[in-house]
C-alpha cells in the first residue's frame, strides 16, 4: 500500500513539474539559439543588418540582457545594466542609444555575479562590455 502512495506521488510530481516550468514565461530563460554564445554578440552578428545604434542591435539580438532581473536587496536604489566601451565605465544602458555599430568588434554581457564580484555591488545588474577597433563616440 505505502509503494502505491509513493508510487503515485512520484508519478503526479512527474506531470507537474514540466507543466511548471512552461508557465514561467521568461524570456531569458531561453537557450541561445545553436552556435551563438548567450553572452556574446560577435562581429559577424553586428553586419548581418544595418542597425540604428548599439540599442537596437542588443534588443534584436539579445534582448535579456537588458531585463530587469528581480529586486536589489544589497541597495536601497534599484540599479541598472551598466556599459563599458573598450575597458572604461560609459554609463547605464541608456548610453547605447546614439551609440554608432560601426567599429564595434564584439559585445560581452558580464552577469551580475561576477561584475558585482570585479566592480562592486553597483554592478549586481551586470555589465554589457562593448570592444571597439577604435574610438567609438556616440
Known sequence: MRHLSALRLLLALA???PAASCRSGRRDARPAPAGRRADLITLDELQKRAWTDLYEAIVVLRLNWLNRRGE??????????????DGAHYGGWGTLHGMPVVGVTSI???????????????????????????????
Not at 73 to 83: D, F, I, K, R, W
Not at 121 to 136: A, F, M, P, Q
Open 15 to 17: 506531470l507537474v513539474a
Open 72 to 85: 536589489d536587496t544589497l541597495n536601497s536604489a534599484p540599479g541598472e545594466v551598466q556599459v563599458f566601451l
Open 108 to 138: 560581452q554581457f558580464i552577469d551580475g555575479i561576477t561584475a558585482a564580484g570585479r566592480w562592486g555591488l553597483g554592478y549586481s545588474r551586470g555589465v554589457i562590455w562593448v570592444t571597439s577597433s577604435r574610438k567609438v563616440e556616440p
